[in-house]
C-alpha cells in the first residue's frame, strides 16, 4: 500500500477522511481495478460513524491494511480442447483475510473475470463471513474461462489444469473454495477428485461437493432460500409478509433457480427470470421445471422458454431500456437481483419504485450500483444488501465443512433450520447496529459496521502481521 494520499476535497464528513485518504491510495496503488474499488468504497464509505466512535482502528492502521489481501496468487492455467489445440486462461485465488478462520469463498469461470473482479468478491466476502458468526475468513478466485459451449471432457480438463496449481494454496484448514458463476456440481467434482489426486488427501479442501462423497444436504439451495428468509425477516419486521404478492427475480442459474423455488414455497409468486441473452416475464408465475430443463440440463438460452409457453413475453438484450434492464421494469411488490454484479442501475431502481416495489433482497454479489443503492436507501423501502442478503451459501459452506470435520452428515431439516437461524441472526445484527447509529433501516450501513467490527478487532486482539 502507498503512503496515502491527501484527504479528498469532497469529503463532507472528517471522520471520513482517514478513509478517503485510504481509497486515493487504493485507486493509485491499485489502478484500472474499477470493481474492487466500487466494492472498497461501498464499505468503507459507510465506516465513518464508527471510526468517530473508536479511533483506536486508525491506529492499527486497520482500513489499509483491509484493502490488501493477505496473498494473492494469479497462475497461468493451459489445457486442451477436444480437437488436441491448446489454450491459455489466467486462474486467480486471493486470500484476503484470515483473522476469523480459514479463508472461505467461491470460484468464478466467467470470461469477464479479472484481478479486479476477484479482488471486489474476495474484499466483500471478509465482511460476508464475519456477519454469518461463523469463523470463516474471506477469499475468491477464478479464471477468464468461458465453460459455455465446452465439452464435459473439455471441462474436466480445464478443472485439473486449474487445479494443478490451486492445490498448493488449499486445504480444509486453510482456504476451501466453493462454487460460484460457471462453477456448481459438475466442476467442484472434477476439482475435488484432481485436488484428491493430487494430495492424497480426502478432506474437506473444496464446498458444493457431491452428497455421496462429502457433500452437505440444502447447500446448493442454500443461497437462494437464504436470500428469500432475509426478505422474509424485513419485511416480518415491517408487519408484512411474501404471501401473495408478486416477485422479479433476475439469472437463471443456482441462486435465481433456488430464490424461486422458495418463493413458491412461501406462497409469493414470480414472475420473471433472465440470462445474459434476455429476459422472461410470465405473469402466471414462471414454469420452474421448465427453467430447470433449459438452463440447468440442457444449458440453453432462456428464449426457450417460449417454445412452451408462447404466451410469456421474451425481450432479448438488444431491446433492454438504454438505462437499465428489462428484468426490473414490471409491477411487482419485491424484488431479487440474482445474475451479476453492477445488473441495477439507477434507472431501475427508480422503476422498480414506480411500479410498486418496497423489498429488495440481493442474491447476487454487488447487483445493484451504487447510484440504485442511494435510491433503495432514499426511498426507506426494505434493501438487503447482497453481503448479508446472499451469505446463507457461505452459511451453509462453513455447515459442510462442520460435517466434514465430524465425519458426518446432517439431515435437510437440520441444515434448513439453522440456515433459516442464521439468516434471521444476520438481519437482528445489520438492524441493531444500524438502530446503535440511529438509522435501523440502513442495513447496508449495518451490515457494513457489523461485519467490520468483528473482523477488525479480530486483526488488532492477533496482534500485528
Ligand atoms: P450461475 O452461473 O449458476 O448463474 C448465473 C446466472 O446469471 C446465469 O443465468 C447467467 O446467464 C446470468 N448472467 C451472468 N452474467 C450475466 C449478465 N451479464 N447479464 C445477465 N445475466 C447474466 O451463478 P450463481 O447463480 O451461482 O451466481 C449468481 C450470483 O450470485 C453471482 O453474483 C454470485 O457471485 C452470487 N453468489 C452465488 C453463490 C452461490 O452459492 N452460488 C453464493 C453467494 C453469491 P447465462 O445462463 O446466460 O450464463
Known amino acids: 500500500m502507498e503512503t496515502p494520499a491527501e484527504p479528498r476535497a469532497h469529503s463532507a464528513d472528517p471522520n471520513l477522511d482517514y478513509v ?10 491499485s489502478p484500472a481495478q474499477a470493481e474492487f474499488y466500487q466494492a472498497a468504497e461501498d464499505v468503507l464509505a459507510s465506516l465513518g460513524p464508527e471510526l468517530e466512535s473508536d479511533t483506536h482502528y486508525a491506529k492499527h492502521a486497520i482500513i489499509e491494511r483491509l484493502v490488501e489481501p493477505e496473498r494473492q496468487v494469479f497462475f497461468r492455467v493451459a489445457w486442451m480442447d477436444d480437437k488436441g489445440q491448446v489454450h491459455v486462461n489466467k486462474g486467480y485465488r486471493v486470500q484476503f483475510n484470515s483473522a476469523l478462520g480459514p479463508y472461505k469463498g467461491g470460484l468464478r469461470f466467467h470470461p469477464n473475470v479479472t484481478a479486479s473482479v476477484i479482488k471486489f468478491l474476495g474484499f466483500e466476502q471478509i465482511f460476508k463471513n464475519a456477519l454469518t458468526g461463523l469463523p470463516i475468513g474471506g477469499g475468491k478466485g477464478g ?43 459438475r466442476e467442484i467434482g472434477y476439482l475435488f477428485g484432481y485436488y484428491r489426486r493430487l494430495t492424497g488427501r480426502y478432506e474437506g479442501a473444496l464446498t458444493g461437493k457431491g452428497l455421496a462423497w462429502g457433500g452437505s444436504l440444502g447447500r446448493v439451495e442454500a443461497t437462494g432460500y437464504g436470500c428469500v428468509y432475509f426478505a422474509e425477516n424485513m419485511l416480518n419486521a415491517r408487519h408484512e409478509s411474501l404471501e401473495g404478492n408478486t416477485c422479479l427475480v433476475s439469472g437463471a442459474g443456482n441462486v435465481a433457480i433456488h430464490t424461486i423455488e ?61 438505462d437499465g434492464h428489462a428484468v426490473w421494469r414490471y409491477p411487482a411488490r419485491a424484488a431479487f437481483p440474482c445474475a451479476t454484479q453492477n445488473e441495477l442501475t439507477s434507472g431501475d431502481a427508480e422503476a422498480l419504485l414506480a411500479n410498486g416495489v418496497t423489498c429488495i433482497s440481493e ?66 445484527r445489520c438492524s441493531a447496529t444500524a438502530a446503535e447509529f440511529g438509522e435501523p433501516n440502513n442495513l447496508s450501513m449495518g451490515a457494513n459496521i457489523a461485519g467490520f467490527r468483528r473482523v477488525a478487532n479480530a486483526m488488532i486482539e492477533q496482534g500485528l502481521y
Request: hydrophobic share 40%.
Open 20 to 29: 478517503y485518504a485510504t481509497l486515493d491510495g487504493l485507486q493509485r496503488s
Open 143 to 185: 479464471a477468464n474461462f468461458n465453460p459455455k459451449g465446452r465439452s464435459d471432457a473439455e471441462i474436466m480438463r480445464f478443472c485439473q489444469a486449474f487445479m494443478a496449481e490451486l492445490h498448493r494454496h488449499i486445504g480444509a484448514t486453510v482456504d476451501v473454495p466453493a462454487g460460484d458463476i460457471g462453477v456448481g456440481a
Open 262 to 322: 422458495k418463493l413458491y414455497q412461501l406462497g409469493a409468486i414470480p414472475v420473471t427470470c433472465s440470462d445474459s441473452t434476455g429476459t422472461i416475464h410470465d405473469h402466471r408465475g414462471v414454469d420452474l421445471d421448465l427453467l430447470r430443463t433449459i438452463k440447468e440440463r440442457d444449458r440453453l438460452p432462456l428464449s426457450r422458454y417460449l417454445e412452451t409457453h408462447p404466451e410469456a413475453e421474451y425481450t432479448p438484450l438488444s431491446d433492454y431500456p438504454t
Open 363 to 428: 442474491g447476487a454479489n454487488m447487483p445493484s450500483t451504487r447510484a440504485a443503492v442511494e435510491v433503495f436507501l432514499d426511498a426507506g423501502i426494505a434493501y438487503g444488501p447482497a453481503k448479508a442478503a446472499n451469505a446463507g451459501g457461505v452459511a451453509t459452506s462453513q455447515l459442510e465443512m462442520q460435517q466434514n470435520a465430524g465425519l458426518t452428515q446432517w439431515p435437510i431439516d437440520k441444515v434448513d433450520a439453522r440456515l433459516r437461524e442464521i439468516m434471521t441472526d444476520i438481519f437482528n
